[in-house]
């Protein structure tokens, strides 16, 4: 109980209100560093140990893993024993999974639904456009992110096709309508659906809303100038009759725009909910005095529906360096050369440094520097060996030998390698299996398929579904790992790779992680089967395979894959990569950004497209994750489409205060050489004195 207290106090006047704000709506609006989420944390306590609220009650949502881990980290450490018994802190998107798992009767899902990621999604879009014309990938991605745009603002197929106003909007509401149509079919939702759907639900099942209502008093929103239409009214309606929620945003970090975020979303729950209480919080806590003055000169050059004044008590502290290089090699160079002398310099620790970018590709010509100083770093957003595209394929099959009714694995390696099994067989298969209620896998054999489908189409079933059969046998017999590697050499996976790799080299490394996943799960089977069953919720995670040996083991193998994961995120030291948008709400006390040029950042379709604004927020959001100091690089050359090209620096630089920077590399800044002249004379005026 005092503890909540203690920590109440430690808190400003501005946030204790903000905290103490628990019978009605509350948005809390403030700058970067200001203690937003330090508020969100504090609060879940505050409701649990001064107001007795159950934290079962209690939802938290954000918007990136990273953010959920770290939330759920700080909240672990103020409450006790059983006391955050239920919580929910996660993504928006996880909060969707839950509702979805609860409510799939309602939603006509069977369970073992599966989960399509980009990737699956974009798949099936490409094959329902080759049925038209002839396309290309710019048009496949065209028509995926218009699907995504139409379920992040909640538009169903039917109102998306009597909303299109040209043809091109036309086709893509034809395609969104087949393709939300296969994905019932393949008992499968999408990343939006994850949003879509609960809304979806609720809107249609008062009762379930109900059932929702009741489970969730208190809803609390990390950065929520994020949402997207989708979000926002799920908050909404789980919200609108206790109206007890606590929102925390900033539209200066408004960075998803692309991504179907609405920023507007801050004055609409104004609308929605009148009872608003509006705090604001000016205090920074997170940066030094020149890195706040470089992140509010830089920001007000955006127009703001709300003013905000961002203060700190801390000291100016070192000025902003701005690193010219001669390209793009030597900037990587230079920033892995920096990490490595300042962490010696400061005594600091490798995970107090960051390095920031636009884009992932940036971050390979770094990796490689890294690695030659042997720096410990963490990729984010980087595949884990388990979502190479090999060892999904490898997996997939595996889970297919385990568990026939996989539909999911069934889509993925029906045609990997090609086995010429086209759309419309799958969807006439596929609506067969719905009909009957079976798995995909068992249609095939079924005789009533037989009237659906060509002799040719069930041949090449047939074909697939024996091989299988018969390594099941195999397996069942004892010799399991012999017959998979088997299966590979038979099914030629490899030549399927060296057909689809750029250069065999890679197609060979990709050949050899599928051997290191075999190899990996016979240690796994003659290994310690206790394993699984020692992890708390180990089962949720297994899924729902049999108990068989191979089972079991592979079970295992993705089990400690996740667990690693999370080790690894958790506590080691290391150099943390990350692009902008996935830094939000992270700071650290070094932070490296790179690539300050024109048409990187500001990246060049937000030029074209004038929506430069979004940019320069991502740079100050970027900016403002700096706790002590702040590197800015560039490249005087770069190589783009394969060309070396000349850049121009950011015209971000030029925003931020000349006094506070100090460049290096650039001599045609005329306070530059003042500068220098004047360290000259002072170093002379040393030397002077020094010999008297
Ligand atoms: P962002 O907009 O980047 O997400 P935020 O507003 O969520 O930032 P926090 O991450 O909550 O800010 O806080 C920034 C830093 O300031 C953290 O290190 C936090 O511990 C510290 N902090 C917050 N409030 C206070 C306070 N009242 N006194 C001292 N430190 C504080
Ligand atoms: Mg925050």
């Known amino acids: 109980m005092t503890e909540i207290r203690d920590r109440l106090a430690k808190l400003n006047p501005r946030q204790q209100e903000a905290v103490r704000a628990i019978d009605g709506p509350c948005l809390v609006l403030a700058g970067a560093g200001s203690g937003k989420t330090s508020v969100i944390t ?3 306590a505050y409701l649990v140990q001064e ?21 759920k980290e700080r909240v672990g450490k103020m409450l006790k024993g059983r006391e955050g018994h239920g919580l929910i802190v996660s993504t928006f998107h996880t909060l969707g999974l839950t509702i979805i798992r609860s409510e799939l009767k309602t939603l006509g899902y069977k369970p073992g639904f599966s989960l399509f990621d980009t990737d699956d999604a974009k798949v099936l879009i490409k094959e329902l456009m080759h049925k038209e014309a002839d396309t290309d990938a710019e048009q496949i991605n065209a028509v995926q992110s218009q699907i995504s745009t139409w379920k992040n603002d909640l538009i169903l197929p039917g109102a998306a096709l009597s909303y299109a106003e040209d043809e091109d909007a036309q086709y893509a509401a034809v ?18 659906d994850l949003i879509l759907l609960p809304v979806v639900v609720f809107r249609d099942h008062p009762e379930a809303l109900a059932r929702w209502q009741r489970r969730i008093h208190y809803m609390l929103v990390d950065e929520y100038q994020d949402t997207n239409i989708s979000q926002y009214l799920l908050v909404k309606m789980l919200m609108q009759d206790r109206q007890t ?21 801050l004055v609409t729950l104004g609308e929605d909910f009148p009872r608003l209480n509006l705090i604001k919080l000016e205090q920074n806590y997170r940066s030094t005095g020149i890195i706040l003055r470089a992140a509010n000169t830089l920001i007000a050059n955006n127009p703001h ?7 700190s008590q801390m000291d100016d502290g070192d000025p902003i360096r701005i690193i010219m290089n001669r390209n793009e090699e030597a ?54 060996f388990f979502g190479r595209n090999e060892i999904k394929d490898a997996m997939a099959y595996l889970r297919l030998l385990i568990n026939p009714a996989d539909d999911n694995a069934f889509l993925r390696i029906v045609n990997v390698p090609r086995r010429e099994v086209g759309p419309g067989t799958l969807e006439k298969l596929a609506n067969y299996a719905t009909g009957r209620e079976v798995s995909l896998y068992a249609a095939c054999s079924e005789i009533g398929l037989r009237e659906q489908l060509s002799e040719r189409a069930l041949d090449r079933l047939g074909r697939f579904t024996h091989t299988l059969d018969r390594v099941r046998r195999e397996m069942d017999a004892g010799q399991s790992i012999s017959a998979i590697r088997e299966l590979f050499r038979e099914v030629d996976y490899e030549g399927w790779l060296y057909q689809n790799a750029s250069a065999p080299k890679i197609a060979e490394r990709r050949m050899a992680n599928v051997w290191i996943l075999i190899d ?27 108990t068989g040996d191979v089972a079991a083991a592979i079970s295992r193998l993705v089990l400690r894959d996740i667990l690693e994961q999370q080790a690894e995120e958790d506590d080691s030291d290391r150099v943390q990569l990350l692009t902008l948008h996935a830094s939000k709400g992270l700071e ?26 979004e940019e320069r927020r991502l740079a100050y959001v970027g900016i403002t994750r700096a706790r002590r100091t702040l590197v800015l690089t560039l490249a005087r050359q770069r190589k783009t489409y394969g060309e070396m090209m000349d850049c121009v620096p950011s015209r971000f630089l030029d925003e931020l205060p000349p006094e506070d920077l100090e460049w290096e590399g650039r001599a045609d800044k005329p306070q530059d050489q003042e500068k220098k002249v004047a360290r000259g004379r002072d170093a002379i005026a040393g030397l002077r004195s020094l010999l008297g």
């Open 245 to 265: 929620f606590t929102v925390v945003g900033d539209d200066d970090q408004s960075i998803y725009a692309w991504r179907g975020a609405r920023p507007e979303n």
């Open 331 to 384: 900037e990587a160079e230079r920033v892995a050369g920096e990490i490595l002398t300042r962490r010696i310099k400061e005594s600091a620790e490798w995970r107090d440094f960051a390095v920031l970018y636009r884009g992932n590709f940036q971050a390979r010509l770094l990796e490689l520097k890294l690695q030659h100083y042997q720096i410990p770093y963490k990729l984010s957003g980087g595949t884990s």
């Open 305 to 311: 529906v709300y003013e905000k004044t961002l203060w």
């Open 51 to 71: 107001c007795g609220m159950k934290a079962r009650n209690i939802a938290a949502v954000t918007f990136t893993n990273k953010a959920a881990r770290e939330m």
């Open 588 to 613: 650290f006390p070094h932070v490296y950004v790179m690539g300050l040029e024109e048409d990187l950042l500001p990246h060049r379709n937000s030029i074209e497209m004038e929506t430069v604004e």
């Open 42 to 44: 504090t609060k879940i």
């Open 175 to 192: 395609i969104y309508e087949a393709y939300n149509r296969h994905l019932k079919a393949y008992n499968a939702v999408d990343f939006d």
């Open 520 to 546: 990996q799960l016979e240690k796994s089977i003659s290994g310690n089967p206790q394993e699984v069953e020692e992890v708390e919720g180990g089962e949720d995670m297994v899924g729902d395979t049999e």
